[in-house]
């Protein structure tokens, strides 16, 4: 397969996913997701949606040495503490390392706005893929804010 096969197949519809939960909104009734690209996966398969980044890594405080390691092996330094990082973010943010607090589970998020023609004409074919879940409207229209992953 030459390079422009391999891009054309990106492009190229694969079997489709419809899943089987639907959502109601305005009185009609949608799958909550449609990919016609399953094989791709998701950003939410990969990225922490609890914060930047990838799910396999981030910051860990090592409450034993009282500074911040890297977690997982995605780069260089996973594994490794930083030793000037934790006194950075007390003195810079103001972080507490005292605090407890669990992960936030769930966010409550308005009702997507649909435009109904518009979805109706787009069908199921004429599209990568769309979905209504949760996270993943939380992950493509919020952002990622320190107020909100704080």
Do not use: C
Not at 13 to 19: D, G, I, N, R
Not at 105 to 123: D, Q, W
């Amino acid at each position: 397969m030459n390079r422009l096969e391999q891009v054309n197949s990106q492009f190229t519809a694969q079997k489709q996913y419809v899943s089987t939960e639907k959502i109601e909104i305005d009185g009609k009734t949608y799958s909550q997701i449609v990919d016609n690209h399953p094989s791709r996966g998701i950003k939410l398969d990969y990225w922490n949606k609890y914060g930047w980044g990838y799910a396999d890594s981030g910051f860990d405080l090592d409450r034993k040495e009282d500074a911040v390691r890297i977690r997982g092996s995605r780069y260089m330094f996973g594994g490794q503490i930083l030793p000037s990082f934790l006194p950075w973010i007390k003195a810079n943010l103001g972080v507490d390392t005292t605090s407890e607090e669990p992960i936030q589970e769930n966010m409550p998020i308005e009702a997507p706005v649909v435009n109904h023609a518009f979805l109706e004409e787009l069908g199921t074919d004429n599209l990568s893929r769309r979905s209504f879940m949760q996270w993943e409207r939380v992950n493509h229209s919020h952002g990622a804010t320190f107020q909100e992953v704080s």
